[in-house]
C-alpha cells in the first residue's frame, strides 16, 4: 500500500495527443544517489510524465526520494541547480512517519513542490494524505517562469534561464518515471 501527501492546485493536464515518451528507472541502493541530466529545448517548453515509487530501502540516514527540476545546469555532477524548479516524491514506511496501517510494510508517500533561487531553497508543505499509485506530472517553462504541476500540488516560480537542462535525481529506493516527454513550446505569435 502506498499513500501520498499533496495539496490542491490549479495546472491542468490536456488530454491532447502526445508523443509517447520515455521510460526511466530511478533505481539506487541505500546510501547511494543517480542523476540523469536531459538537455531541454532553446525558449519555451514543457516537460510531463508520471513517477511512481516502486521500492524503497531500509536506511536512517537517507530518505528515499527522487527530484524533478528544470533548472541551470549544475556546476558538477550531484550538485544541485543555483536557480530550479520542480517536485520532489519521498516515500517512507508508515510506522516511520507515526502512521498506523494494517498492512506492516505500508509505505507513505509524500509529493513536495520546490524552489531554489541563488542556491536558496523553498518546499511547500505537503498538507493531505491520499492513497495513490503514480504521480501525474507536467512542468511549462515560458522564459519567465515555470510553473509545476505534481499530484494535486501546483506552483508558479519566476526565473529567468539562459541555457536550462531537466534534471532528475534519486536516492535510497526505486522510482519508474513513464511517458517522460520534454517537448518545445511553439512562441505565441502576435
Same mark, same amino acid.
Given at each position: 500500500?502506498?499513500?501520498?501527501?499533496?495539496? /490542491?492546485g490549479?495546472?491542468?493536464?490536456? /488530454? @491532447?495527443?502526445?508523443?509517447?515518451?520515455? #521510460?526511466?528507472d530511478?533505481?539506487?541502493?541505500?546510501?547511494?544517489?543517480?542523476?540523469?541530466?536531459?538537455?531541454? $529545448?532553446?525558449?519555451?517548453?514543457?516537460?510531463?510524465?508520471?513517477?511512481?515509487?516502486?521500492? +524503497?530501502?531500509k536506511?536512517?540516514?537517507? %530518505?528515499?526520494?527522487t527530484?524533478? &527540476?528544470? =533548472?541551470?545546469? %549544475? %556546476?558538477?555532477? =550531484?550538485?544541485s541547480?543555483?536557480?530550479?524548479?520542480?517536485f520532489?516524491?519521498?516515500?517512507?514506511?508508515?510506522?516511520?512517519? =507515526?502512521?498506523?496501517?494494517?498492512?506492516?510494510?505500508?509505505?507513505? @508517500?509524500? &509529493?513536495?513542490?520546490?524552489?531554489?533561487?541563488?542556491?536558496?531553497? #523553498?518546499? %511547500?508543505? $505537503?498538507?493531505k494524505v491520499? &492513497?495513490?499509485?503514480?504521480v501525474?506530472?507536467?512542468? +511549462?517553462?515560458?522564459? /519567465?517562469?515555470?510553473?509545476?504541476k505534481?499530484?494535486?500540488?501546483?506552483?508558479?516560480?519566476? &526565473?529567468q534561464?539562459?541555457?536550462?537542462?531537466? @534534471?532528475?535525481s534519486?536516492?535510497?529506493g526505486?522510482?519508474?518515471?513513464?511517458?517522460?516527454?520534454?517537448? =518545445? +513550446?511553439?512562441?505565441?505569435?502576435?
Amino acid at each position: 500500500m502506498i499513500l501520498a501527501a499533496s495539496v /490542491a492546485g490549479s495546472i491542468s493536464i490536456s /488530454a @491532447q495527443a502526445a508523443p509517447t515518451g520515455i #521510460t526511466y528507472d530511478c533505481d539506487t541502493a541505500a546510501n547511494h544517489y543517480s542523476e540523469l541530466v536531459l538537455p531541454a $529545448p532553446s525558449g519555451q517548453f514543457a516537460v510531463k510524465g508520471k513517477v511512481k515509487l516502486r521500492r +524503497i530501502e531500509k536506511n536512517t540516514t537517507f %530518505a528515499p526520494m527522487t527530484r524533478l &527540476v528544470i =533548472g541551470t545546469p %549544475a %556546476a558538477s555532477p =550531484g550538485a544541485s541547480s543555483s536557480t530550479s524548479a520542480g517536485f520532489s516524491l519521498t516515500g517512507l514506511p508508515a510506522k516511520a512517519a =507515526g502512521i498506523k496501517s494494517a498492512d506492516k510494510n505500508a509505505v507513505i @508517500q509524500f &509529493v513536495q513542490l520546490e524552489s531554489t533561487r541563488e542556491s536558496k531553497q #523553498t518546499k %511547500a508543505t $505537503p498538507n493531505k494524505v491520499e &492513497v495513490i499509485t503514480e504521480v501525474p506530472f507536467l512542468l +511549462i517553462y515560458d522564459g /519567465a517562469s515555470i510553473a509545476t504541476k505534481a499530484s494535486d500540488q501546483s506552483a508558479t516560480t519566476s &526565473v529567468q534561464l539562459d541555457n536550462a537542462a531537466v @534534471q532528475i535525481s534519486c536516492s535510497t529506493g526505486e522510482f519508474l518515471f513513464t511517458d517522460l516527454v520534454i517537448e =518545445g +513550446i511553439p512562441a505565441k505569435s502576435g
